[in-house]
């Protein structure tokens, strides 16, 4: 099937004749502007469309090219959010409104089936994920926080026809599950049986002391303290008057502090959890969370004006939506960010070159180098995005990339990690740097580490394949090869 796409807006243009609406449902709604905003990294890309009227409502729609029936279908709604200024107290988030709105009359009221994006005000930000049901909307149980600087920040909200979802800010996934859990508005189907209770005998110890493991001989009879053997008796001591002299007790240092090794226990069962039931609050709805969407529009309060909206995409493609962000966010990101800094420069406020790094962690980021987690400029903080966060890793592109690097990991030289006896040979690491090679056979090549120094036995560590073009030389001549001559030991982690 092929990707569609219901609604891209690049605002290469604002065009008010035949796609936006500017509701008439109030006298005083805030005005737009195509602008870049104060932060130029690239005239054309980074235009978009710019909040303008200090504490005002707003209210603009435009319709999809056709309506988004999205039942079987995943929704993808995408957008980009800027703010040009110090936020105060604004919304900025995008709606999905149903295909009946009249865009003209879109007010406050008008019911939407999907709100998403950041809201800010005062101490309280966050991004909202609100989704109709039955006349009413429910905001996303999860918190998730925006980004809030100066820069260009991507929101992208998935619906998945199974009822899963992802939220992603700048392409990193910060929320993802079923809507079931995240919201209060879909019953599941299955619930833990609450009346269950974990049998008495339920052993959930996965570690348990080794009964074969007995204390030294001797270890139950140590005295905790003996009497100080350096100590020494006062000369002016009376024994008539003070009774006989007796040595301060000190700890004993000799004591043998022994615990029983740690096995895993043979009888472990794994954490218990309550089984599942039907839940009888569960309702066959073969419509919760599908939409039949026909605008997309901003509907907001806003005391800081300046937030610039860019990039809209509603499509059932996250490949497709990918593309747009590689195309546009992606491409700008990183000089935005410098000129960011030339803009806090011009305006006295350098901040430390930390604020500026670009934290994608792909280690290119020259200034920053050494730089890993990634600090992004915030009004007067900074803002710590986390750096566990996966990257975005969705749609056909990249699966095809994992499996591919799957594939690199599973396929490569690491031949033989069987010894003869069908023992695994132990780990080689870097810390045993591997000895002269030995030869077995013409085909493999083992290498040994010493033991201990007087241990006459050697430990294989590793076979491989001879690689060619290395002398091998016969068993009595072996430990004489030239150390820059030994192969590598290939490492595998996952031996
Ligand atoms: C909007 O608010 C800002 C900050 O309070 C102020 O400096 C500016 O003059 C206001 N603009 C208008 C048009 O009132």
């Known amino acids: 099937t092929l990707a569609k796409v219901y609604f891209q807006e ?24 195509l602008s870049t905003g104060a932060l130029v990294a690239d005239p054309l890309v980074n235009q978009g469309l710019r909040s303008m009227t200090n504490d005002s409502h707003y209210a603009l729609a435009a319709p999809l090219e056709q309506p988004f029936h999205t039942k079987g279908k995943t929704l993808v709604l995408q957008y980009s959010v800027r703010f040009d200024k110090v936020i105060d107290c604004s919304g900025a988030y995008i709606k999905l409104f149903p295909v009946d709105l009249d865009p003209e009359q879109m007010n406050n009221e008008s019911p939407y089936h999907v709100m998403f994006g950041p809201d800010l005000c005062g101490s309280s930000h966050s991004v909202k994920v609100l989704l109709g049901h ?42 993802e599950g079923t809507i079931a859990k995240d919201w209060s508005f879909i019953q599941p189907k299955m619930i833990e049986d609450k009346t269950a209770k974990k049998p008495k005998d339920w052993d959930d110890r996965a570690m348990i002391d080794d009964p074969e493991d007995q204390p030294p001989e001797n270890y139950e009879n140590q005295p905790e303290e003996i009497p100080d053997p350096n100590a020494v008796k006062p000369e002016d001591w009376d024994e008539e008057m003070d009774g006989e002299w007796e040595a301060p007790m000190i700890d004993n240092p000799d004591r043998m502090i022994w615990f029983p090794q740690s096995i895993p226990n043979p009888n472990y069962q794994g954490v ?70 030339a803009l806090d420069v011009e305006r006295g406020l350098v901040m430390n070159d930390r604020a500026y790094a670009d934290d994608d962690n792909d280690g290119d980021d020259a200034e920053n180098s050494n730089f890993k987690g990634g600090l992004s400029l915030a009004n007067d903080d900074f803002t710590f995005v986390e750096e566990s966060v996966q990257k975005v890793d969705i749609g056909s592109e990249s699966q095809e990339l994992d499996e591919n690097s799957k594939a690199q990991e599973q396929a490569p030289a690491q031949a033989i990690p069987v010894e003869q006896d069908g023992q695994q040979p132990s780990k080689p690491t870097q810390d045993i740097p591997p000895q002269a090679p030995v030869v077995d056979s013409d085909d493999t090549t083992t ?34 090869l030239p150390e820059q001559e030994l192969p590598t030991v290939p490492l595998h982690d996952e031996l």
């Open 134 to 175: 039955k006349g009413k909307n429910y905001d996303i149980k999860k918190p998730i926080s925006p980004i809030n600087d100066q820069l260009t920040h991507l929101y992208t909200l998935i619906l998945y026809p199974d009822l899963s979802y992802k939220v992603l800010v700048d392409n990193k996934i910060k929320a």
């Open 10 to 33: 690049p605002f290469d243009e604002f065009n008010t004749a035949t796609r936006w609406v500017h509701s008439k449902a109030r006298p005083d709604y805030g005005e737009w502007e």
């Open 447 to 480: 290498v040994t580490k010493p033991l201990k120094a007087q241990d006459e036995k050697r430990e294989t560590i590793a076979t491989y394949e001879k690689p060619s073009g290395v002398p091998v030389q016969a068993k009595d001549g072996a430990e004489d």
């Open 272 to 341: 218990w959890k309550a089984p599942m039931i039907d839940n009888p609050d569960y309702e066959e709805d073969p419509d919760v969370a599908t939409y039949n969407i026909g605008y997309v529009g901003f509907e907001l309060w806003q005391v800081t004006p300046g937030t610039i909206m860019d990039n809209i995409v509603i499509t059932d493609s996250v490949k497709h939506a990918r593309q747009v962000a590689e195309e546009t966010w992606s491409k700008f990101r990183k000089a935005e960010r410098k000129a960011k800094k």
